[in-house]
């Protein structure tokens, strides 16, 4: 495990544990330990699904819509003319949109969300089955 992903699990840790106390304290009336699970449950949710949205940002799963939008109206909305330069032009956009498909490394954050979430979970789990 690295430094970097290291402080950012224990800065995510930390930052869950605050908005866990703040969904305990907002959400619910009384300080029980049915609130105290709910909040852990909801809290780690909510970093599972911050950490998965990264994942899938990051990953590149939009680039091709992206791309296929800019060909579409970059191809309807020249004139008959400028058909072999927009050719030309989207072979050039071809290869750069290549070289982004490559495989980039994963941020510490989005492992850091995704980890402690799942530790949220599984600890609300343990707890609600052990306690209730």
Do not use: H
Request: aromatic residues 16%; charged residues 20%.
């Amino acid at each position: 495990m690295t430094n970097k992903l290291r402080n950012s699990l224990l800065k995510t840790a930390i930052a869950g544990i605050i908005l866990m106390v703040i969904v305990m304290f907002f959400f619910y009336d009384a300080l029980t330990r049915l609130s105290f699970i709910n909040s852990l449950f909801n809290t780690g949710l909510i970093l599972l699904v911050i950490g998965c949205i990264i994942f899938v940002i990051q990953g590149g799963f939009f680039n091709g819509f992206v791309f296929g939008f800019k060909r579409f109206f970059n191809s309807i909305s020249r004139k008959a003319s400028y058909i072999k330069e927009i050719e030309d032009d989207l072979k050039k956009d071809n290869k750069k949109e290549e070289e982004n498909y490559i495989k980039k490394e994963r941020s510490p954050s989005q492992w850091s969300c995704m980890i402690i979430g799942v530790i949220f979970l599984i600890v609300s789990f343990v707890l609600s089955y052990s306690l209730y």
